[in-house]
């Protein structure tokens, strides 16, 4: 476990970025949470202000000897729209921003690389706004935000949004799927 990395991610609602990455070979751990900020702690009352500056994200610790970081990159990249600034589908607001939060370089330079593959293809026809910035604040969501979409898979969001990308990763992504 010494080689486990910490990266995390933001990509609209937590619930449904962390119901992928839970189905993914090699992450080892999914945790939803909020990150970089203005304010000194982050709860989820505060972040649906929109003012914290806080994103909901999902850390995960992974072992890349399982799964690389452009790998999980990938996904990222299939299962969100990345060119919608502070929007995902129905929800918007900053804490929706799409966004890589790297806390090692070679995670930076992985995640500059795709972009700029990426953008060089015009892969999505609109340009990518993700930010890319290292991990500078974190907390976790509550606890009952924690494996959201396993406890609640017929919860009406669950259904209509995280079922479909859940399984859409499984399609394109069939050889990372546990």
Known sequence: MNSSQT??????????????????RGVL??????CNGL????????????????????KLLYDPEQVSTRDLLEIFFVIHDPTTLNRQGHDVGTQYRSGIYFTQDDQREVAQALMDELSAQDAFGAPI?????????????????????????????????????????????ARLAR
């Open 7 to 24: 990266l995390v991610l933001g990509g609209g609602c937590f619930w449904c970025t962390e119901s992928v990455f839970k189905a993914v």
């Open 29 to 34: 751990d999914v945790e939803s949470g909020y």
């Open 39 to 58: 304010t000194p702690v982050a709860n989820y009352e505060l972040v649906c202000t929109g003012r914290s500056g806080y994103a909901e994200v999902v």
């Open 129 to 173: 706004v993700t930010e890319l910035l290292p991990l500078e604040k974190y907390f976790a969501a509550e606890d009952y935000h924690q494996d959201f979409f396993e406890r609640n898979p017929t919860q009406g969001y669950c259904m209509a949004v995280a079922a479909p990308k859940v399984a859409k990763f499984r399609k394109t992504f």
